[in-house]
């Protein structure tokens, strides 16, 4: 994503010390290199979510929930097993991630949803 507007990145890297920044547009990637320079870096203030891909990675985690609940004899998530719960979340994550990388590569439609 790009690291001024968030929109899919163009190709365009930057690193800056220790850090690699992705940009959309030769525009954006100065912007952010003044934003970097000038110390005046702006960071979200609100994170953003792809609701479409949270669903698509909570139905991709069924499976690991379902095994999960049996193991720890209770659907109730609270009552599980500390290290079953990170593990569901880990798996969800990684699936939304999946996803989100997915539609950044290939492109996305609300068609394809439909």
């Not at 010390?17 to 934003?35: D, F, M, P, T, V």
């Amino acid at each position: 994503m790009c690291s001024y507007c968030l929109k899919p990145v163009g190709g365009l890297l930057f690193r800056w010390k220790n850090r690699w920044y992705g940009a959309c547009s030769r525009e954006h990637l100065n912007k952010i290199k003044e934003q970097l320079e000038t110390g005046q870096r702006e960071t979200l203030k609100t994170p953003m979510i792809n609701n479409d891909a949270v669903i698509d990675a909570v139905s991709s985690s069924k499976d690991t929930y379902i095994k999960l609940a049996k193991e720890n004899k209770s659907y109730v998530l609270h009552e599980w097993e500390k290290d079953d719960r990170v593990g569901l979340f880990r798996e969800a994550i990684k699936e939304y991630l999946v996803i989100c990388t997915e539609q950044a590569n290939k492109g996305f439609s609300r068609e394809d949803n439909g």
